[in-house]
Structures are given as C-alpha cells and as structure tokens.
C-alpha cells in the first residue's frame, strides 16, 4: 500500500493528510501449480497422490474426494485402496459429471460437504476427480468456501487431460449462456493418468481429440502432421496405453495449452488463440438439439472459421481441405442444424460483449498460425457456411449419406441430427 508520506505518532501506519484522502492498494498474487503425467496414479506404489494430499503415511490425513459418480463406479476402490494404502481418509462426494450439472446448486452443494466435514482451511485438500464437468463445477466450489480454499485436479476424460483439468478457469452455466458464471483459481496441481482414457467410450474421445486438433490448428504445425498420420488410430486404447505417438499428442496439446495460458491466467489480453473454435460455439452448445459435446461444438465453430480464413486468402484451399478432412478423419461433426447463419451472427454479438467490444475473431494464417480479425459480416459468414456445407455434401456418396455413420466417421448435415429450429 502505498499513500502520501505524512509523519504521524504511530510509526507504522502511513495515513494521507487532506485533502487528499486516497490509498493505493497493489498486490501480486502468485500462481504455482503443477501438471504432471503420470501413468498408473492409483497404484500404491505411486506417490504422487498422497503427496498432493499432504500424506507420507506417517500420518492420518483426511480430504475431500468429489468425484463424478460415473467415475466412482469405475475406480472408486482402487481409489480407496490407495488411500488406506497412504493412510488418507477420504470423504466422497458423489456429483453428476453431465453438462446439466453444471449449476450453482451443485457447486453450493460440494461447499457444503465442505462444511459438514469441517475441512481444514489450508492443509487438508479438495479432490477433483472427473471429466471437465466436475473440474469446472467442484474447482468453483473450491473457490468459493471461505474465498478459496486447495484444491487437486484429477482430470479422467481427454478433455479434461488437455484442456479443462490444466488451466485456472471454473465455471458454471448460467441463464442459457455457457460458463456465464466462474472464477479464475488455480488447483495446487493436476495429476494426470492416461489409463483412465481405458474407460471413456469413443464419442467423449473425439470429443477431446477437438481441442487437440485446434491446439494443432492454431499453434502446431508439427502436431497437426502428427494427427493427420495417426488420426485413425486415435481411440482409448491407443491414447490409455502411451504408446510413443500418443504421448507425443497429449505433451504437445498439453504444452502448447500451457504455453497459452501461462502468460495470460486471467485473460488480460483477449486475442487468445486458444478461443480458435470457441468464438461461435458457445451458443451452440447450449441449443444444439440433438445436443453436442464441449468439442462437437468447438469442431463445427472451427470448420466455418477455416472457411471464413479460406475466404479471406489467409488459408489456402489444400490447406483448407487438409484440416477439415483431418476433423472428419476424426469423427468429428462439420455442421450442425442448428448452426444457422442467423445463429452464428447472434452468437458473434454475444461473444464481441464477451471479448469487450471488439469480435477479435482467431483465424488460421495458414496451419500453426492465427491472426484475430474485427470485421467479419453476415454476409461472409454466409459464404462461410456455405463452403463448408459444400464440402460436407460432395463428400458423402448418396447411399452413405442415409445410414448411420460407422463409429469414427464424419456425421454430414442431418445424417444423425434431426432439423429442429434452434431456440435462442
Ligand atoms: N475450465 C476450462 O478451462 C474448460 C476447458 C474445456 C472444457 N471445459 C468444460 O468441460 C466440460 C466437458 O468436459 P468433458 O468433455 O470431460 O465431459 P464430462 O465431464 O461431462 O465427462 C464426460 C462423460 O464421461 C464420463 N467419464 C469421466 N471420466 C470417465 C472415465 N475415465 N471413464 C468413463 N467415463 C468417464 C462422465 O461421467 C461423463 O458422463 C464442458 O462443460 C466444458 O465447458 C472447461
Ligand atoms: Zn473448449
């Protein structure tokens, strides 16, 4: 704090002499939190847990373990083997890990196990263990008992292993609007184990793989040709078991994450190339009927923000064929019904109030670039849809374009989703 300097009795305090009665308060808040992979977390000779926990199983110590309940059947014994292992004394709190889960409610539920355990405020911990969901839903809870109190991150999904578990963000959705509510609060680390991807059927997979194709689009070149190699191949197993290219996909999404964030935590600056994907979608996500997943949404955002960037010159036309034969590789949706031009256009209206004014749109500058433009209209983004509807039709023969899709194929317009009107 810093004032006026003015002599009074009291040595210490520094009190301005009027009339000019005004404080300067500055203070820095330091961020240090760890992401670690590591494979096998739940096995007892694995300590990375325990310590996390604040346990070297000289002790008993206690923690809240919220965890998603879909989680809980799958690992909650080897869960509670470790921690008897490690003399950790869980409390479970068993939350939804759906997308309907994310309310106030349910994160005033978690402070409230909070409360009936009476957690200590410093020492000992809340555990995250989930997909994205409980990261964003059990990270606000955390955030909020008592302004903040330490948490784990234990992130079991692919999206919550690249992107949701490894930044600062927590988040609820609100009045039909996607994580309108949320604070900026750092877990005191991430542990990650790819073998909990053994678990995750192949659609939450995709889903992930999404957000690793947009790290590959915005910043990666060198991944981007890695996933156009191995795309095919990409399923739980392949990602569960570590092999070499798998692990050279998840440290390069996950580094090239950081990297991002790092030195923007409390997103100051809002030309994040991060938000490639995410500049549409967010209205999507919440009306899309059939609904979509997180990356769904994000896939079909970036398929008409790689037309729009083709449409300007900044991409060119392989390159713009290369990386949307890349996300239908993936089994990735280009289109969506819903994603009307009208509702593409009142999405980038909420998002220029999101990105205070301006629409600092990301679009590619070839493949490992972006460049953030201000002036996109109607009209282009028109163009935009267009182009990818084109693409998306040519590319489905007509006897294909009736059946269902093979698990790990492009879905085309209406092929598995009904043309509903979106509702705003
Ligand atoms: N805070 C952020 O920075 C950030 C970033 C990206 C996404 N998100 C949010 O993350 C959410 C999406 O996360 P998600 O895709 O992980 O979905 P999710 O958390 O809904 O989990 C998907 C499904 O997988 C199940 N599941 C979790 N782990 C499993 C496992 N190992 N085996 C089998 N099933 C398992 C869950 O029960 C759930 O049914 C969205 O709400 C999105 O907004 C947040
Ligand atoms: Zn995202």
């Given at each position: 704090m810093t004032s006026t300097p003015h002599r009074q009795s009291s040595a210490v305090l520094d009190v301005p002499k009027p009339p000019d009665l005004s404080w300067h308060v500055q203070a820095r808040l330091p961020v240090d939190y760890e992401v670690v992979i590591t494979r096998g977390l739940l096995s007892e000779g694995n300590g990375v847990l325990a310590r996390a926990c604040?346990?070297?199983?000289?002790a008993p110590t206690r923690c809240l373990v919220v965890i998603d309940q879909t989680v809980a059947g799958l690992y909650g014994d080897a869960l509670q083997a470790y921690f008897s292992a490690w003399r950790i004394e869980p409390v479970w709190k068993l939350v939804r890990g759906d997308e309907g889960a994310k309310t106030l409610a349910h994160a005033v539920e978690i402070t409230e196990a909070m409360t009936e355990m009476g957690i200590l405020r410093r020492t000992e911990k809340v555990v995250a263990v989930g997909g994205g969901v409980v990261m964003d839903i059990a990270g606000l809870a955390a955030s909020l008992y008592r302004r903040g109190v330490p948490y784990i991150r234990i992130p079991t999904t692919l999206m919550g292993q690249i992107d949701a578990g490894i930044g600062v963000k927590t988040g609820i959705n609100h009045g039909q609007h996607k994580n309108r509510l949320g604070t900026y609060c750092a877990p005191e680390a991430t542990l990650i184990d790819p073998e909990f991807l053994f678990t995750q059927d192949q659609r939450h997979v995709t889903n992930g793989v999404a957000e690793i194709v947009k790290m590959a689009l915005v910043k990666d070149a060198a991944l981007f040709e890695l996933l156009e190699r191995s795309i095919r191949g990409l399923d739980a197993e392949t990602l569960a078991s570590c092999g070499p290219d798998a692990r050279e996909i998840l440290s390069r999404a996950i580094a090239g994450m950081l990297h991002e964030l790092e030195p923007n935590l409390w997103e100051g600056e809002l030309e994040r190339a991060v938000d490639f994907g995410h500049t549409f979608s967010p209205a999507l996500e919440l009306r899309a009927d059939p609904p979509l997943l997180h990356g769904e949404a994000v896939a079909v955002d970036m398929a008409v923000s790689l037309a729009l960037a083709h449409n300007r010159g900044m991409l060119s036309t392989p390159d713009a064929e290369r990386a949307l034969t890349l996300m239908r590789s993936a089994g990735l949706p280009l289109t969506h019904p819903t994603f009307t031009v009208e509702l593409l256009a009142r999405a980038l209206e909420d998002t220029v109030k999101h990105r205070d004014g301006l629409q600092r749109v990301p679009l590619t500058q070839g493949i490992g670039t972006v460049e953030f433009v201000n002036d996109v209209s109607a009209e282009e983004l028109a163009r935009a849809v267009a182009f990818v509807a084109e693409r998306v039709i040519s590319e489905v023969p007509p006897a294909a374009a009736s059946a269902p899709a093979p698990a790990g194929q492009m879905r085309a317009i209406g092929e598995e989703f009904s043309d509903s009107e979106h509702v705003a």
């Open positions: 604040g346990s070297d199983a000289t």
